[in-house]
């Protein structure tokens, strides 16, 4: 925490840095304040007179109704601003801070809520280890979510998204405790080493191993056929975690893989996800700014498009690194997925037809077998089942950051 007191900042007066300047930008001389005579020098009514104010040596108070004379700082202060302040400079500022928190808002919006059912859909094929079509474009995905909504229901395509978000919540919060009660640096300075980037991976281990038997639980939540489904709470999820951990209040069959035989496929997926999302962010957005910094040398940008560079170079990289790191492990998130809900008695949806349901019935012995078993049985394609639901979800997302600027860039060139 650094204090905010700027520099120069003696008390009674500021002097910008520079102890001999003027005070006050030049308006008025500095003053010491070290004697009585010098404070004599300002006076203040009594809040009880109408009209009253801050007097200067040898003013009076006006009488009720009239207005005061301006001094020299309200004059000063009453100019416009360099680069067309006021008021419309005021309200520009306004907009564009409400045009970028409403940016950001519709990029969770889209990530979080509209990507919902391509992730159930994409989980549920994932899963699916006797499923004939593997669904690797996005048109035989569409087919299906219309299908599953004929039938069931929109609730089937939103289902176990609460539990998306206790997730969520399980891991922002145990990365918080045990970065405070450990070593173990949350972020990375600009001043890193290697020993530094270990204990951060450490660290995000740790909170994957916290939050990996709640994981399970939302994996369940949302592949789980609505047809068989009862209506379960919001913390159904935290409680059915809790009992992945304890082994109790979950019926669970003699197939059900032991949470030590998930930490490391489980650890694995997230640290690589972690690195190739960093990577890829800090890549892309170090491109976008070195090719904004260009055209504002060449002087070729409006201000519209300068106001459009403060927000979106940071969103177009989140959105570059999601998609990289979910389409390069997908095949392992494929593998993570089938260890989780083995022995779960799990139902799901019959991505084949878009009816009926279909019993989880594998046997893999840990993750080595599960990989092989995929290969030798289905393909290597069996490792991409579902991908159209990536593609549909994506699609979706850039979609929505395309039209945001769009309207982003309307309102700007509005109150210009």
């Known amino acids: 925490m650094h204090p905010r007191r700027p520099d120069g900042f003696d008390g009674l007066g500021y002097r910008g ?65 360099p680069g067309g302040g006021g008021v419309p400079g005021q309200s520009s500022e306004q907009l564009n801070r409400f045009a970028g928190f409403g940016i950001g808002l519709a990029s969770l919006f889209t990530e979080n809520v509209l990507a919902h059912p391509c992730i159930v859909l994409r989980r549920q094929c994932q899963v699916n280890y006797h499923a004939r079509h593997y669904h690797l474009t996005p048109f035989t995905v569409i087919n299906i979510m219309y299908s599953f909504n004929k039938t069931q229901g929109p609730r089937a395509l939103w289902k176990g998204m609460g539990s998306t978000f206790i997730v969520q919540g399980v891991t922002l919060g145990a990365e918080g405790i045990i970065s405070e009660f450990t070593p173990l640096p949350r972020e990375i300075s600009h001043k890193w080493n290697l020993k530094r980037i270990g204990e951060h991976l450490l660290l995000k281990s740790l909170t994957y191993m916290v939050a990996m038997p709640f994981y399970s639980a939302s994996l369940i939540e949302t592949v789980q056929s609505e047809i068989i489904r009862d209506n379960t709470g919001i913390l159904e999820c935290v409680k059915e975690g809790i009992g992945r951990v304890i082994g109790m209040g979950v019926p669970h069959s003699k197939r059900l893989l032991p949470l030590l035989s998930l930490i490391f496929p489980t650890v694995l997926h997230g640290v690589l996800h972690y690195i190739i999302s960093s990577v890829i962010q800090k890549f892309v957005l170090l491109i976008l700014k070195r090719k904004t910094y260009n055209s504002h040398l060449a002087e070729s940008t409006s201000p519209v498009q300068s106001m459009l560079d403060a927000y979106f170079p940071e969103l177009i990289a989140n959105f570059a690194a999601s998609l990289c790191s979910d389409v390069l492990l997908y095949p392992l998130e494929t593998v993570l997925h089938r260890l989780h809900i083995q022995g779960t008695r799990t139902i799901i949806d019959n991505t084949d037809l878009g009816y009926e349901v279909l019993p989880i019935n594998t046997q893999y012995e840990g993750m080595r077998d599960c990989i092989n078993t995929i290969k030798q049985e289905e393909g290597m394609l069996g490792f991409y089942k579902g ?3 990536v593609i549909v979800q994506y699609t979706l997302h850039a979609a929505v950051l395309q039209v945001t600027k769009i309207i982003y860039s309307t309102l700007l060139q509005n109150s210009v």
């Open 17 to 81: 840095g520079a102890r001999d300047e003027q005070g006050f930008g030049g308006a008025f001389p500095a003053r010491s304040y070290s004697t009585a005579s010098d404070l004599s020098h300002w006076v203040t009514t009594p809040p009880d007179i109408p009209g009253s104010r801050n007097l200067h040596w040898g003013e009076k108070s006006p009488p009720y109704g009239v207005p005061a004379p301006s001094t020299p700082l309200e004059d000063r202060a009453e100019e416009p601003l």
């Open 387 to 389: 991908f159209g639901a």
